[in-house]
């Protein structure tokens, strides 16, 4: 039995200047059921500058204005303390489903779609305001070197073999064609920048590559690529 957990970001922009302004994680089970979740919204409306770049080419889009709304910060506290407050609350939250795993002896993946980049920033946080603790990929309940997938790159190694055509020419759009060449299930959430449904997303995907591996996720019988 396996259980993931999946984690994701929203920033202001790239560099280590920038800040980050949500963290979302989901854990799903093995039956794609979503056993918890935690948003941490930390976007300061009137604190908060944005990457030329990255204001332009994402956050100034309608869609994602709205899901900016939903990343303010209400509470009282201050930007530095909330961001404190916030790596703690995720360090809790890997810590308590990790130990959860071990209780009932359950294959514990921790993952992102992007390892480098919100592991990254997470790992800034953890530097920032936990110190005395491990940074990702060290397990927040043991302090022990463990694995830290990455959904992205899983998929293309799977649709090398399974439709190398397809990898050959597209960077992107893996979880689509994934569902078409394989009978997966409906998500009951989508992937819309909330961090929070991104996670339950990436979650999802991780234990749909899982099931593709033992075979309790089967090929379609015609596809059309």
């Known amino acids: 039995m396996s ?14 200047q920038d800040r980050t302004i949500a963290i979302g994680a989901s854990v799903v089970d093995e039956n794609l059921v979503e056993l918890d979740s935690i948003f941490l919204p930390c976007y300061f409306e009137h604190d ?3 990457d030329p770049q990255c204001w332009s080419d994402f956050w100034s889009k309608p869609t994602n204005l709205k899901v900016l709304e939903t990343l303010k910060y209400k509470g009282k506290l201050d930007r530095f303390e909330r961001e404190a407050e916030m790596i703690k609350l995720f360090q809790a939250f890997r810590y308590k489903w990790e130990v959860y795993a071990e209780k009932f002896s359950l294959k514990f993946e921790l993952v992102s779609d992007n390892n480098v980049f919100d ?3 997470i790992n800034q946080l953890i530097f920032t305001y936990l110190p005395k603790e491990k940074p990702i990929p060290y397990s927040a309940s043991t302090g022990q070197y463990c694995s830290f997938w990455e959904t992205h790159s899983q998929q293309r190694g799977l649709l090398l073999l399974v439709d190398p055509k397809f990898v050959q020419t597209k960077d992107w759009g893996y979880t689509e064609h994934i569902n078409k060449l394989y009978n997966v299930p409906e998500k009951s959430k989508t992937h819309d920048h909330n961090p929070v449904n991104d996670a339950y997303c990436i979650a999802f995907d991780q234990q749909i590559l899982l099931g593709i ?3 309790s996720i089967k090929k379609r019988t015609a596809v059309t690529t």
């Open 119 to 121: 592991g990254g920033f």
């Open 213 to 215: 591996r033992k075979g």
């Open 48 to 50: 908060t500058k944005f």
């Open 3 to 16: 259980l993931v957990l999946a984690f994701d970001i929203e920033r202001t922009g790239p560099s280590i």
